[in-house]
């Protein structure tokens, strides 16, 4: 009998050994994996992570994690995280609740489309996140119960620096570039015992998309102001008597209408 105890408890050495081998040779893998299978679940757009260098001890970074952009729009991507210097309490992993105290996202590269129904594809990204946490929780609208059964986070500092938003509109040929202010979180689930991931993330999108349309309706608004003021008098008269025949039959009807809209006259 004693033999056999030893015996069952080596092997529960043998196989706890082994786990923490496997987590060890694999966290990286596990967490590149698990990335790229839940987060297009959420966001419904492809989602690719470059790589991942975490130690056992909860401290590396994540880089090039990148967005696609939702059905209907033209980028490529929506956004471009750079680099994501991250600190976590390591055991937190494969309990309900995951640790992080330090996220530090550096200089992402934002694609900022205005239009579609949502009203832009960041607005979209934050709708299709809403519509998937909803159905995971079968169709309520609770935070608590929209994660349904997904794992709940503590972070206890996220912050979002030097970001790049580049806008996209018909007004200019290049896509118009612009800083994005420092974003920050603090203490996000601290005093519940943890958020559901899908709720942060929709908190965190939220922030990010109201700063991104802040400066990106003030970059348009600029640019606006400089195509008016580059229309001669001779413009604004053949605008305001009405568009010649030639030029008609060259750029189609209701051109006169849509300058006069787009300069405000």
Same mark, same amino acid.
């Given at each position: ?18 786990? *923490?081998?496997?987590? !060890? #040779? ?10 790229? /299978? ?5 966001? +419904? ?10 130690? #056992?001890?909860? %401290?590396?970074?994540? $880089? ?8 209907? !729009?033209?980028? %490529? ?36 489309? @205005? ?8 607005? +979209? #990204?934050?709708?299709?996140? +809403? ?8 169709? $309520?609208? $609770? ?5 349904? /059964? ?19 509109? @018909? ?24 958020? !559901? ?21 003030? $970059? ?13 008098? %001779? ?23 849509? #300058?006069?809209?787009? *300069?405000?006259?």
């Amino acid at each position: 009998m004693k033999k056999a105890l030893l015996g069952i408890l080596g092997l529960v050495l043998v196989v706890l050994v082994g786990g *923490f081998l496997y987590v !060890y #040779l694999n966290l990286n893998g596990l967490i590149k994996g698990a990335v790229e /299978e839940f987060a297009p679940r959420y966001t +419904q757009t492809e989602v690719s992570l470059g790589g991942v260098s975490v130690s #056992l001890s909860g %401290e590396g970074g994540l $880089s090039d994690l990148v967005i696609g952009n939702p059905q209907g !729009y033209k980028g %490529e991507r929506a956004l471009s995280l750079g680099a994501l210097d991250v600190a976590l309490e390591p055991e937190s992993l494969t309990s309900d609740v995951i640790v992080i105290h330090k996220l530090e996202i550096v200089a992402p590269a934002i694609t900022y489309e @205005p239009g579609g129904s949502a009203g832009s594809n960041l607005q +979209q #990204l934050v709708k299709n996140i +809403q519509d998937s946490t909803q159905s995971a929780g079968g169709g $309520s609208s $609770s935070d608590g119960e929209a994660a349904g /059964e997904a794992k709940k986070v503590i972070i206890d500092s996220l912050v979002i620096r030097d970001g790049e938003v580049s806008v996209i509109t @018909p007004l200019s040929e290049q896509p118009l570039s612009v800083g994005l202010p420092t974003i920050e979180f603090s203490d996000i689930g601290r005093d519940k015992g943890g958020e !559901y991931i899908p709720v942060v993330v929709k908190q965190v999108m939220k922030k990010v998309t109201d700063a991104t349309a802040k400066v990106a309706n003030v $970059s348009l608004d600029d640019l606006k102001a400089q195509l008016k003021g580059k229309v001669t008098d %001779e413009v604004k008269k053949a605008i305001g008597d009405g568009v010649p025949p030639q030029l008609q039959d060259q750029v189609g009807d209701g051109v006169g209408e849509k #300058l006069k809209g787009l *300069f405000g006259n």
